[in-house]
Structure formats: structure tokens, C-alpha cells
């Protein structure tokens, strides 16, 4: 099991820049903590995906923590990161009986063809 990273922001992770009191930045209306970096990537998925996620390092997206990963809906997939484990996972609708939910976590399937574009935040 593992995610392929593409990076789509050039370089090392964009930082926010801090100008405002107690050292943070305002952002749209959010405070953002100095030095929280952001970076736009596209994550692959492997041809093996088990429930529980894929593991992404924060190391492959040149960070030292990953607080943050927004991800684009992707081929019918919804997603959700675990900030605990560092794993994405990976979610489809399926609401043909009300036994299982409106969101099932699919295990030992082939996800090689889903890729989403994620934001990721960190450190």
C-alpha cells in the first residue's frame, strides 16, 4: 500500500508570510499560524488499497508534520484524512440498503486510476 505524490507547487512548501501581532498572518478572514506551509500535490493510489487508508509521509511532501490534507473527490471517491494514523482514506457512496451507511471504506480493491489533488498543510 502507498500513495505516489506529484507535486504541483514548484520548490519547497509555500510559507505564510507574518506581518500581523502575535505572530500570525490573516488569511480571508482565519488566523494561520507563522510558518505553516502549504503544498498542492496529486495523490496516486496503489492497486492494493485494505480499509484503514494509505499511509502518506510527511517527508514526500517536503514537510516535517502533516497537520492538514484537503482532497478533491476523485473516479466517484470521497476523502478523509486521519491526522492520528497520516493516512488518507478513501470512501464511496453506496446507499442500496440502510445497513451500510452512506459512505462505505472499500478494502482489497484496485484504486491505481484514482487520483486525487490535495492541499496539503504542515509544518
Known sequence: MA??????TPGP????ESNQAAGQTAVAGARVNPGLAM??????FDASY??????L???????????HVVAQSHSGY?????QA??????YYGDWNNGSDG???????????TVAPRCLVLGY
Open 102 to 112: 452512506p459512505l462505505i471504506e472499500p478494502t482489497g480493491v484496485n484504486l491505481a
Open 78 to 82: 470521497v476523502f478523509q484524512w486521519d
Open 85 to 90: 494514523a497520516g493516512k488518507l482514506l478513501a
Open 3 to 8: 500513495l505516489t505524490v506529484t507535486h504541483h
Open 13 to 16: 512548501p509555500l510559507e505564510w
Open 50 to 55: 485494505d480499509a484503514g487508508g494509505e499511509l
Open 39 to 44: 503544498k498542492i500535490v496529486t495523490l496516486t
Open 57 to 67: 509521509a510527511a517527508s514526500a511532501v517536503e514537510m516535517s508534520s502533516i497537520t
